[in-house]
């Protein structure tokens, strides 16, 4: 008896430092920052304008900064086959986000990664669609300005301040019965100013 009680002893001891070996060897799940918009979906209807407008194919890496519940980059992924990868700041959407992800059962072409938006490398991507407020766009430009040349950028309801766009769509979601304005943009950005 007294050797059982040992050895289970020794194994959760030893169990006990290879989890704190492994928790200290991930990076904290904890954020450092807040999102800096409420989470709104856009309608799926408007999402799949957005796409069209963007052009994407199959060989296109389609990027989502802010990407809440995943649905711009699934939908695009599901419609064309391309890549996609999703950043958002917050857990709840994160984890939404891979709900989504798995649901649609595009895991072999979508990735989901919590990151600060304005830490995003751009330099990778075809494809960039966005739903964030002027004054983010705005902040965004030095790393719209890495994109690589052709890359598209469409926006949702806002534009970029200071950079002509090459067209804006207005649709009339079928979902919400609003307007909705989409802006499309290509790197290199014409600024205005």
């Known amino acids: 008896m007294r050797v059982r009680i040992g050895i289970f002893a020794i194994a ?9 070996e492994i928790a200290e060897s ?9 999102p800096d918009v409420v989470y709104v979906g ?4 408007v999402v799949s304008r957005m796409i069209k407008l963007a052009g994407v194919k199959r060989e296109d890496t ?14 695009a992924a599901k419609k064309y086959g391309c890549r996609g990868i999703g950043f958002d700041i917050d857990p709840e959407r994160i984890s939404a986000a891979l709900n989504n992800v798995r649901t649609n059962g595009v895991g072999d072409l979508v990735h989901i990664v919590e990151r600060d938006l304005f830490t995003v490398d751009l330099s990778e991507a075809d494809v960039l669609l966005l739903y964030l ?5 705005k902040k965004l430009i030095p790393q ?9 950028l469409v926006t949702h309801d806002y534009d970029i301040d200071d950079v002509e ?19 499309l943009y290509t790197a290199p950005l014409k600024k205005t100013n």
């Open 26 to 34: 991930r990076p904290p799940l904890t954020q450092e920052r807040t």
């Open 165 to 183: 766009a090459d067209e804006s769509v207005h649709v009339t979601s079928n979902e919400d019965n609003a307007d909705h304005t989409l802006f």
């Open 144 to 152: 719209f300005e890495k994109l690589k040349p052709g890359s598209r």
């Open 42 to 45: 856009t309608p799926y209807d």
């Open 12 to 20: 959760a001891v030893l169990l006990c430092g290879a989890a704190r």
């Open 133 to 137: 407020l002027p004054e983010i766009n």
């Open 62 to 75: 389609v990027y989502d900064l802010g990407c809440g519940d995943g649905r711009m980059i699934v939908l």
